[in-house]
């Protein structure tokens, strides 16, 4: 007979659910200032992201250094991040490093899906409650769930009939994956796709990418850090973190300073394959600065890079449908490769466009398209997440006066700053709906040290419940609302909720990006976060 679920009843000042890259800075904030604080996980380690991500190719986009903590000079000079863009292993490695490090690890309860939490408005408490009947009680909820954390899997008629292995990327088994001579397909060419495709291409016995979008991906760059800038990294602790805490998209790169039109047509293929030649999201930080708000520019960018796909893929017909017709750059989240063009010149791959040929169904031994059936051994479904409010929505949250998330969110999020929302006190969500893209951790950061900045002044001043003003919330969605016809992405992508059927389409990032968000928070800050203490 199975044990009885283990009962343990607390009461703590902080919860935090999830130990991704924001709850275990969040965490280690609190504890700096001296709360009690326990992490709810419900995983069996830590990482989040890179706790679950652990498919074949996985690894960061954005500059390892430039994407680790900066609260610690002592962890920075200590760690040597092996790569520019440092493989999911190490990451996690990282993230392990730093609980143990900074002790933190008492603090965090594994294998604890929240199930629910519950303002209790007499006593200013939240109780949050996990699968495994875990309860506690706390003064402060604070859910770093992350924006990418729900798989999502498409409605495809036959899916369950598949008698092969199938895996979504964000459940990656722990234990290794054998794909060694395997027939295997993956669907979806989004940034995970992209990225399995050539981990997997030499090893398999066939691959085949379904593509239902094409998406502009460009070259990651990656290479090793060598002796010299593991140096100058250690060196330069202090200007690097000024720089990357000013920064607008959280990166190092250095802006062009020039527009397209200031350029001749020569000038511009020049400038564009110095720009195709630099790292990850460089694409877009060092491009001309219209890029994204001039048709001309982007088309024009847009050709150099179909040209580009040409020249590396050897036939004509693939290249052709691996270059967008639908979007511009930065349409939907472009991805950045290592080798993905260059796959599709080997005799094993190929690309099949559910454009031309749509999925009529799964079946038990592959997947017919309407130009016939494909027998495999393997599926991987790359079809990305319910982003942005996917988990905090499967948490069971209930505010003031027994009003759920679910539906005060019914027609999309309602925040302020990303991190607050009307109606549920002392609850703060960083890294959650509103937030920039970019570089998460450096922009998520900022929002968690405006949450332990407001918990620590409400505790300062002898207040026990923060709320944010109705009128506040309004003034950030307004904000949103202004800026959003300067946002470049489709309302079909994931930001927009577009990628998962039966989600409001609202907008899910702040437009505004950090210079907005920092702009509103001295504001709260200067005011004495006039209106959200009581
Ligand atoms: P994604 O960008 O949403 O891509 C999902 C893919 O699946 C798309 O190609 C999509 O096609 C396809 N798809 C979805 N439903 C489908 C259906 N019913 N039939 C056929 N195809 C379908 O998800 P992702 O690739 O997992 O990436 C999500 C986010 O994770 C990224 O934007 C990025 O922020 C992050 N990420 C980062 C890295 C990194 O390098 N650091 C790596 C991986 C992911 P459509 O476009 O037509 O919908």
Redesign the pocket.
């Known amino acids: 007979m199975a044990a009885p679920p283990q009962r343990e009843d607390q009461q703590t000042d902080v919860v935090i659910v999830g130990a991704g890259i924001l709850g275990i800075n969040q965490l280690y904030r609190a504890v700096q200032a001296g709360y009690s604080v326990r992490l709810l996980e419900q995983a069996d380690g830590v990482g989040g992201t890179w706790y679950w991500n652990r498919y074949p190719g996985?690894?960061?986009?954005s500059e390892s250094y430039t994407y680790g903590y900066l609260f610690s000079v002592e962890l920075w000079q200590e760690w040597d991040w092996s790569e520019e863009f440092a493989p999911q292993p190490e990451t996690e490695r990282y993230l392990n490093r730093v609980v143990d490090k900074f002790d933190l690890r008492r603090h965090i309860r594994l294998n604890s899906k929240v199930t629910s939490a519950v303002w209790d408005e007499g006593d200013a408490t939240w109780t949050t409650r996990t699968e495994d009947g875990f309860e506690v009680r706390s003064r402060y909820l604070i859910s770093t769930t992350g924006v990418?954390s729900v798989p999502q899997y498409?409605?495809?008629p036959g899916r369950e009939d598949f008698a092969g292995e199938t895996y979504h990327?964000v459940r990656w088994p722990k234990a290794p994956v054998d794909l060694k001579g395997k027939r295997v397909a993956v669907?979806?060419?989004?940034?995970?796709?992209v990225?399995i495709g050539p981990a997997i291409a030499g090893e398999v016995e066939s691959l085949v990418m379904?593509?239902?979008?094409a998406t502009w991906a460009t070259p990651l760059n990656n290479h090793p850090i060598d002796a010299d800038q593991q140096a100058h990294l250690k060196a330069n602790y202090e200007p690097i973190k000024a720089e990357l805490d000013a920064s607008v998209g959280g990166f190092l790169h250095k802006p062009a300073g020039k527009k397209w039109v200031d350029d001749t047509p020569e000038q511009r293929r020049a400038f564009f394959e110095s720009v195709w030649n630099s790292p990850g999201f460089a694409k877009i930080s060092t491009n001309y600065e219209d890029l994204l708000f001039n048709t001309d520019a982007n088309a024009d960018w847009c050709a150099f890079m179909a040209d580009k796909i040409r020249g590396i893929v050897n036939d004509p017909a693939t290249a052709a449908k691996l270059i967008p017709t639908d979007h511009l750059y930065v349409g939907?989240?472009p991805p950045?490769v290592t080798g993905y063009y260059e796959m599709y010149n080997q005799p094993n791959v190929e690309l099949v466009s559910?454009r031309d040929t749509p999925?009529v169904k799964v079946t038990e031994t592959g997947i017919e398209t309407s130009d016939g059936l494909r027998e495999f051994d393997v599926i991987i479904w790359?079809?990305?997440?319910d982003f942005g409010t996917g988990a905090m929505l499967r948490m069971g949250i209930v505010g003031e006066g027994g009003l759920t998330l679910n539906d005060y969110w019914a027609d999309g999020p309602l925040t302020y700053l990303g991190i607050m929302t009307h109606g549920f006190p002392n609850f703060f969500f960083p890294g959650g709906p509103h937030g920039a893209a970019g570089n998460n951790p450096r922009y998520g950061e900022h929002q968690v040290v405006f949450v332990q900045d407001v918990i620590d002044y409400a505790r300062d001043h002898g207040q026990r419940r923060i709320e944010v003003p109705k009128a506040d919330e309004q003034a950030w969605m307004d904000m949103i609302a202004q800026l959003l016809p300067y946002s470049s992405f489709v309302k079909?992508g994931?930001y927009y909720g577009g990628?998962t059927p039966g989600k409001p389409v609202a907008y899910l990032l702040n437009p505004g990006g950090r210079p907005k968000l920092d702009e509103f928070m001295t504001k709260a800050v200067q005011s004495g976060y006039q209106g959200f203490l009581s």
């Open positions: 996985c690894r960061f986009d990418l498409p409605d495809v990327p669907i979806g060419t989004g940034s995970t796709g990225q379904y593509q239902r979008s939907l989240r950045y559910l999925i790359a079809t990305g997440f079909r994931q990628n």
